[in-house]
């Protein structure tokens, strides 16, 4: 499975972004796509996590209310929707495949990995 995560940029609190996360290779073999951030000097963190089928969904206590996730199964694409975002949310944002199933919340659960993207939130 490869991943490729785009989107990122920097945008003022307040405003909005939409990352993508485009996945190629095996995917059937895949539970979900999750998504992590990690901002300089901190651990690499849960944000969000979405089945492949769309039946599951979860979030981080931290954006829930502001961030939602879809997929556009013609493009194999995950797509993360930020609104009102904090300067607080700045960090490199990664897409990330597990083949469990459930909340998965832990990064060394997830098999593959997306290069990082970067979003920063001015305050």
């Known amino acids: 499975v490869q991943l490729q995560a785009s989107g990122g940029g920097l945008v003022q609190a307040g405003g909005s972004l939409r990352l993508s996360c485009a996945a190629s290779?095996?995917?059937?073999?895949?539970?979900?796509i999750g998504w992590f951030r990690q901002a300089p000097g901190r651990e690499r963190e849960f944000v969000s996590l979405r089945s492949w089928n769309g039946r599951d969904m979860y979030y981080a206590d931290s954006v829930k209310g502001r961030f939602t996730t879809s997929k556009d199964s013609a493009k194999n694409t995950v797509y993360l929707q930020m609104n009102n975002l904090k300067p607080e949310d700045t960090a490199v944002y990664y897409c990330?495949?597990?083949?469990?199933?459930?909340?998965?919340?832990?990064?060394?659960?997830?098999?593959?990995w997306g290069q990082g993207t970067q979003v920063t939130v001015s305050s």
């Open positions: 990330a495949a597990s083949r469990l199933s459930g909340e998965v919340t832990r990064p060394y659960d997830y098999d593959y």
């Open positions: 290779g095996r995917t059937v073999s895949m539970y979900g």
